[in-house]
């Protein structure tokens, strides 16, 4: 019989909820036999939200939880106080074994210190980093560390260089993964502080596969396929790759509607252009995951709909499959013990 | 009489040297009569591009210089040894008062540090930041620091803002330019120990309009006229726009190309498309001034063509016209005394 993986899934979380994350639940359920959802959050509200849809009744259970993290609250605040909130009752559920995998949509400084504080770090493991899929003209790369801890220190980035590889290696499936630091000039000599540092360190490294620095600018042509960063530089990043992605949509848009010609031109061009602009949406690939830690928890925007809300359910069941977390325990935590 | 102002331009740097940069030159003296260019570099190369052309002879002179710094080559060890190259040549033009400003495509690690080593700071400024205009949603931004000078200090960021803004209200002509730091999030008590330390600084300063912080996603909509931030995270944000900039514009002829209805629908589209995505290019702004120097240097793309050489050259006109020197002095210099 086929192994059965148990998402928690925050119904309260996210600018879209309740709606559009029980709806992305219905649609993995209907998906894929082997996942049960958890709807964590106000039951009456999501009891009513699933009366919407059919499914598989033994694939989605509610977990009650009265209590909503905003996403203006404090994040260490909300997380201390909110004892019945979706986010802290989801993250005790991985906690307790009751569940795989969370997945929120929420506050994303409240899903960062919760999966510190409540699921908890691996042992061994300095930082867990965030780390999300960026689309690129070839692929996807991963981006990591773009969570909210800032200040890093080069052995975090070491430890996220080979988190990050064997993510890709193992969920997304790339043979070798190239793994890069970003750094404002090819040559080992440039850089600032941390990147200084970390660069040597990365080159020892003999279970990844290093190919040095990598600029702003080869990001989206796919020039590596694990982006090291520290959080802040990953933060700008990933914000420049939504912001100017959807600038410059606009702009082809409105320079396609700016004469008569250009607009019949636009209506036959539209279909397909759509279609490749498609391959830069990052709602295509899931959530990010909270890697490191005791369980897994994975963040998706807080814009999500179902189709994201979705695929991040669905992302859960080839990090189990895989066992990323022994993987990670055993590549990363006891070789360093061993050097 | 009208004022003439002599730039001395490196027509040994960058990828289309020596070409595009006589042309560019050429365009320039041949736009205002109040211009002369003295191109900069090996005499006889030089002359024979000139032949192509026809302009006014009191408006082009040669520097006869006869080294050429490669951008491989090490910024400091090439701005030392390398006497007779046309950016240490150049920059001593600037510095003997021989010339106005120096317009350089050539290396950019040599121009920063030629900038500080030959020109040389204006007293009481700690570091000159490179401050290239990004193309946003409704006009322009001024980015500073984009420099290879990393690592920097809170006090470093006031002064950008305040250089910065003077910029962007007396060259580009914002009137009271708004001021944003580059964070992670909006809140004050956000980011990492830098940013945390220059914000309440950036909140004391009465000679700017500081509007608080900026997410890199509000970036390409506008969000602010002057983005602070130190010289890495510039670095990423400018290599970024160019890098993701190029990407998309190619998918987006991708799609358009992938159907035979798509094609004709191009084809019709394509012209008023081009003609928007021109507000998006960056050479139609010219090059980024390196400021807080004695004297004015413009650092232009590597890959600049005679338009980008032009619009550096009409550039430092503003710049000399409204004194953008003596400002810096006055607003800066001086009131950071007074206190």
């Known amino acids: 019989m086929q192994e059965v993986i148990r998402v928690a899934v925050d119904a309260m979380g996210g600018d879209n ?19 049960q959802v958890v709807l964590v959050g106000q039951q009456e509200v999501i009891a009513e939200e699933l009366k919407k849809y ?42 307790q074994k009751e569940a795989d995998a969370f997945v929120s949509a929420g506050s994303s ?9 409540i699921v908890g770090r691996i042992r061994g493991i300095e930082r867990p980093p965030l780390a999300p899929l960026i689309p690129t003209e070839t ?20 430890q ?11 969920v997304v499936g790339i043979k070798n993964p190239r793994v890069a630091i970003v750094n404002i000039g090819a040559e080992e000599e440039k850089g600032n502080a941390l990147v200084k540092e970390t660069y040597p360190l990365l080159k020892e490294c003999k279970d990844i596969n290093f190919v040095g620095s990598i600029e702003a600018r080869e990001i989206p042509h796919g020039g590596a396929d694990v982006i090291v960063c520290e959080a802040f530089v990953g933060n700008v990043i990933l914000k420049l790759y939504e912001g100017l992605s959807s600038t410059l949509i606009g702009v082809v848009k409105q320079g396609m509607l700016s ?23 990052a709602s295509q690939y899931g959530g990010a ?3 490191g830690l005791n369980g897994l928890v994975v963040k998706t925007h807080g814009s999500s709909k179902a189709k994201e809300v979705k695929n991040s359910i669905i992302q859960c ?20 013990t061993e050097e």
Not at 17 to 35: L, S
Not at 139 to 158: E, M, P, Q, T
Not at 267 to 280: D, E, V
């Open 17 to 35: 909820a309740p709606g559009e994350i029980v709806k992305g639940a219905i649609e993995a359920v209907n998906t894929r036999r082997d996942i």
């Open 54 to 95: 059919t499914y598989e009744k033994d694939q989605i259970e509610i977990k009650n939880a009265t209590e909503v993290i905003e996403t203006a609250e404090h994040p260490v605040n909300a997380i201390r106080k909110k004892k019945d909130s979706s986010i802290v009752v989801g993250m005790n559920m991985v906690k």
């Open 109 to 117: 400084g409240a899903v960062l210190v919760g999966g510190q504080v």
């Open 139 to 158: 692929g996807v790369s991963l981006l990591i560390d773009c969570g909210a801890n800032v200040d890093a220190r080069s052995s975090h980035l070491v």
């Open 160 to 170: 996220f260089a080979r988190m990050g590889s064997i993510y890709m290696e193992n």
């Open 259 to 281: 004469s008569l010609k250009s607009k019949i031109g636009a209506a036959l061009a539209l279909p397909a252009l759509k279609k490749t602009l498609k391959s830069f949406d």
């Open 289 to 291: 995951p909270l890697l």
């Open 317 to 336: 069941v080839t990090f189990k499959e895989q066992d990323i977390n022994n993987k990670i325990k055993k590549n990363i935590v006891i070789s360093e």
